[in-house]
C-alpha cells in the first residue's frame, strides 16, 4: 500500500482539473495577447479564471494577478510593497516561509528596511501584544508580512484581529495565505488586507501557477518587466492551462469546502486519537487542538534509536510524509520554524498533511507501520 500524507508540500490534480485543462493543451491554443480568434478565446478563459477566484474571495477581478506561485507573490508582495508605501520598517516573524524570511533579509541587507520580528510562543502564536507594541513605536508607514497558517505546523493567526490592528496604524498587511487559500473561507470586503496569494498546487491544481489579490488601496510597480500582459503588471506570456486548472480546482474546493473539511477534520482527529492511543510520550507541535489548519498535523516522538530515522523507513513503508517544509528539505540545520517554538533535539518531528482523498484506512495502515517501525507495546490506562 502507498500513502500520501504529504498535501502540504503538494497535492494530486484532481482528475476534473485536467479535463478542464486539455482543451488549452490541445485545441485552445492562442497566444491570450494575439488580437485574432485563437488569442481572443484564450484571452476570454483567463478572464473568466480571473473573475472565478475574484467571486470565491469577495474582491475585485481587477484586484486579482497571476503569478508562477507562492514564492513569487511574496517577492512579488514585499518588494513593491515595502517600495510603494514607502515603509522603512517591515514587521514579520521567525516562522515565515523562507520566501518572505529570505526576501526580508535581503531588504534589509541591501539597506532599504529594518525588519522586526513578532514573538512567537510554543505554538507559533503570534504575539498581538507585541505586534501592536512595535505598530506604535516604529515610525509610520510600516509594512507588515504575516503568515495566515504556518506551512510546517499548521498554527492559523486570527487573520481579522492583524487586519484589524494593522488598519489601526495605517500599516500595510501582506498575508502568505498558500496553505489556507481553499480551506479557509475569506472576505476581502470585511478582511482589510493589502495583498494576499495562493498556488494552484496546494488545492489539487496544477504547479507553476498562482496568483495575488492586491488591493485597489495600493498601486504597485511591476517585479518583472517586458510585455504588457496581467495589465501591465506581470510581464510574459500566461500559463495559459495552468490559469484554467487553477480556476477550477479553486471552483471544486469551495463547491466542496464543508463536505470536505468535515472529512479531513475527521481523518485528523482520528490519526491524533490513535497516536495517543498506541504510542508513549508523542506530544503535538503548534496550536494543534486550538486555532488550526484542518490539513495539517506536527508529530513530535521521543528521539531514540528507533525514532532517529522514522520518515526515512516511513518512506521505505509507502508513506510519504514531510520532515518541514518541502522547499527546505535539502536544509541540514532543522526546522527555522521548530527551533522558533522551542522544540528540542529530544523530539523526532513529522508532518503528516491530508487532503479529501485520504481514507481511514490509509491511516490505520501508517499506525500500523509506525508500530512495526517503533515496536511500541501498546498503552494501557
Known amino acids: 500500500m502507498r500513502v500520501y500524507f504529504d498535501n502540504a508540500a503538494t497535492t494530486p490534480l484532481a482528475p476534473e482539473v485536467i479535463e478542464a485543462m486539455l482543451p488549452f493543451m490541445q485545441t485552445h491554443f492562442g497566444n491570450p495577447s494575439a488580437i485574432h480568434s485563437f488569442g481572443r478565446e484564450t484571452r476570454s478563459a483567463i478572464e473568466k479564471a480571473r473573475k472565478t477566484i475574484a467571486k470565491h474571495l469577495n474582491c475585485s477581478p481587477g484586484e486579482i494577478f497571476f503569478t508562477s506561485g507562492g514564492t513569487e507573490s511574496s517577492n512579488f508582495a514585499i518588494r513593491r510593497g515595502v517600495e510603494a508605501s514607502g515603509a522603512k520598517h517591515i514587521i514579520t516573524s521567525p516562522i515565515e516561509h523562507h520566501c518572505v524570511l529570505h526576501t526580508v533579509e535581503e ?185 488550526y489548519l484542518f490539513t495539517v498535523l506536527n508529530v513530535a516522538f521521543p528521539h531514540n534509536d528507533k525514532s532517529e530515522l522514522l520518515l526515512f523507513n516511513l518512506d521505505v513503508a509507502g508513506i510519504a510524509a514531510s520532515s518541514g517544509s518541502a ?34 484506512e490509509e491511516v490505520d495502515y501508517a499506525i500500523s507501520k509506525l508500530k512495526e517501525l517503533l515496536s511500541v507495546t501498546v498503552v494501557t490506562a
Open 327 to 360: 522547499c527546505s528539505s535539502g536544509s541540514d540545520v532543522g526546522s527555522h520554524v521548530l527551533n522558533a517554538i522551542g522544540v528540542g533535539a529530544d523530539k523526532v518531528c513529522i508532518r503528516f498533511s491530508f487532503s479529501d482523498y485520504n481514507t481511514i
Open 107 to 291: 531588504l534589509e541587507k541591501s539597506g532599504k528596511i529594518k525588519a522586526h520580528y513578532v514573538k512567537v510562543d510554543s505554538r507559533g502564536r503570534f504575539d498581538l501584544n507585541h505586534l501592536e507594541e512595535l505598530l506604535k513605536t516604529l515610525e509610520a508607514p510600516v509594512f507588515v508580512s504575516l503568515m495566515h497558517a504556518n506551512n510546517e505546523i499548521g498554527t492559523m493567526m486570527d487573520i481579522d484581529a492583524v487586519a484589524e490592528i494593522c488598519n489601526r496604524y495605517s500599516a500595510v498587511l501582506h498575508t502568505d495565505t498558500v496553505q489556507s487559500m481553499c480551506h479557509h473561507r475569506f472576505d476581502l470586503q470585511k478582511t482589510k488586507v493589502s495583498m494576499l496569494q495562493g498556488s494552484g498546487h496546494k488545492f489539487h491544481g496544477p504547479k507553476g501557477v498562482g496568483f495575488i489579490y492586491i488591493s485597489s488601496r495600493i498601486k504597485l510597480h511591476p517585479l518583472l518587466f517586458g510585455g504588457g500582459q496581467e495589465r501591465n503588471m506581470r510581464a510574459g506570456t500566461e500559463n495559459l492551462y495552468g490559469i484554467i486548472g487553477l480556476a477550477r480546482a479553486m471552483d471544486l474546493s469551495y463547491e466542496h469546502f464543508d463536505e470536505n473539511k468535515n472529512k479531513i477534520e475527521s481523518l485528523r482527529k482520528y490519526f491524533i486519537d490513535q497516536l495517543k492511543e498506541n504510542f508513549s510520550g508523542v506530544t503535538f507541535n503548534g496550536d494543534y487542538d486550538g486555532r
